[in-house]
């Protein structure tokens, strides 16, 4: 009986289920068995029916207690990460699991906080979506507002206003299409018409859109690329990746840098880098810059929801392609695409 306890302890001790049931398997067999043995020596040297029969039961008592202390051992481990999923069910979304007990239940414990993790992470961004979004329409209506009641009460002429007007309505317009935009994606409703075409005057036509603000900001632009460079993808649709992306360079470059478009034809796809001269990006960035409603900077109420980074995921994402960001060797970041060879 004693053997039998000590073993049905060291059960506990091993570290995957499955090594604990093939221990009580063995347990299970080898304690009969050896009660069978010890009867034979009990018979021989004493004789006595009532010993054997109190052996056998003792071996016998032992497995199953021994059963009874690796199952209560298992069922807590579980138990705990089922209270956990009772209390994250409930809506705590700081319920932990703890990473205990043998290999498989810490496993199912690690992945179940990493869901939790997930799900703050995803409910922090419907949060500041609602913040930042809020805030973007808020501004524009009320200038349109004030432009309105001093039209109405003749402190103002419209073609005074007029201009102001059309670049509130504009701005709307922008975080609407954003918005709009990101629900498609989301949803896996957006389609592409991919065609085999030069990749040159995307980025020429992108450059164009950015010169007017970088000229203001002093920040020099500059593009390699070869004419004959082709890649699959609809051009609309790359032409606002590559917007945003230079959008966002300008903005973390200071006066007198540069940003730089470089695309290179690889085997099978087409890549292309956009590097600012600004400050890099830390590890928070490079791992988050491009989630839904994340911004990098929170002091800066001007510069929306950060839907950009995340339509651009999406967009190339969508054309089978990936995306990522790095920081350069002499300072400053990259921020990588590939497209689909043409």
Same mark, same amino acid.
């Given at each position: 009986l004693a053997v039998g306890l000590a073993l049905a302890y060291l059960l506990r001790l091993l570290p995957t289920v499955r090594l604990q049931l =093939?221990? %009580? =398997?063995?347990?299970? $067999?080898?304690? &009969?068995?050896?009660? $069978? %043995?010890? +009867?034979?020596?009990?018979?021989?040297?004493?004789?006595?029916?009532v010993k054997i029969l109190a052996v056998t039961a003792a071996s016998a008592l032992t497995a199953i207690v021994a059963a009874l202390v690796v199952a209560r051992s298992i069922a807590d481990a579980l138990d705990r990460v089922r209270? =956990? +999923?009772?209390? %994250?069910?409930?809506?705590?979304? !700081?319920? !932990?699991? &703890?990473?205990?007990? &043998?290999a498989e239940v810490r496993d199912l414990a690690v992945s179940f906080n990493e869901m939790g993790a997930n799900l703050r992470r995803l409910f922090d961004s419907r949060r500041e979506l609602v913040a930042w979004a809020s805030h973007d329409l808020r501004t524009p209506l009320a200038n349109m507002q004030a432009m309105l009641e001093a039209l109405e009460d003749g402190l103002a002429v419209p073609d005074e206003y007029v201009p102001a007007l059309r670049e509130q309505v504009n701005a709307l317009s922008r975080l609407v299409d954003d918005l709009f935009e990101l629900s498609r994606i989301d949803a896996g409703a957006l389609t592409l018409e991919l065609r085999s075409l030069p990749v040159a005057p995307v980025v020429s036509s992108s450059l164009r859109g950015v010169e007017a603000e970088a000229r203001l900001r002093h920040v020099r632009l500059a593009a390699e690329v070869d004419d004959r460079v082709t890649a699959r993808f609809e051009p609309e649709k790359v032409e606002r990746v590559l917007m945003n992306l230079l959008t966002n360079a300008l903005r973390h470059t200071p006066s007198d840098g540069a940003v730089a478009v470089r695309v290179v034809p690889l085997p099978h796809e087409v890549r292309f880098a956009v590097e600012d001269t600004g400050d890099g990006l830390d590890t928070e960035a490079r791992e988050r810059m491009f989630e839904r409603f994340w911004r990098g900077d929170r002091a800066r109420t001007s510069r929306g929801a950060g839907l950009g980074l995340a339509i651009a995921r999406g967009l190339v994402e969508a054309h089978g392609g990936r995306i990522w960001a790095e920081d350069q060797e002499g300072g400053g970041a990259r921020v990588c695409f590939t497209l689909p060879a043409g």
């Open positions: =093939a221990g %009580l =398997a063995f347990l299970a $067999v080898l304690l &009969p068995l050896g009660a $069978v %043995l010890l +009867s034979g020596w009990v018979m021989f040297h004493m004789g006595d029916d209270d =956990a +999923s009772v209390e %994250l069910a409930r809506g705590d979304l !700081q319920a !932990q699991a &703890p990473a205990d007990g &043998p």
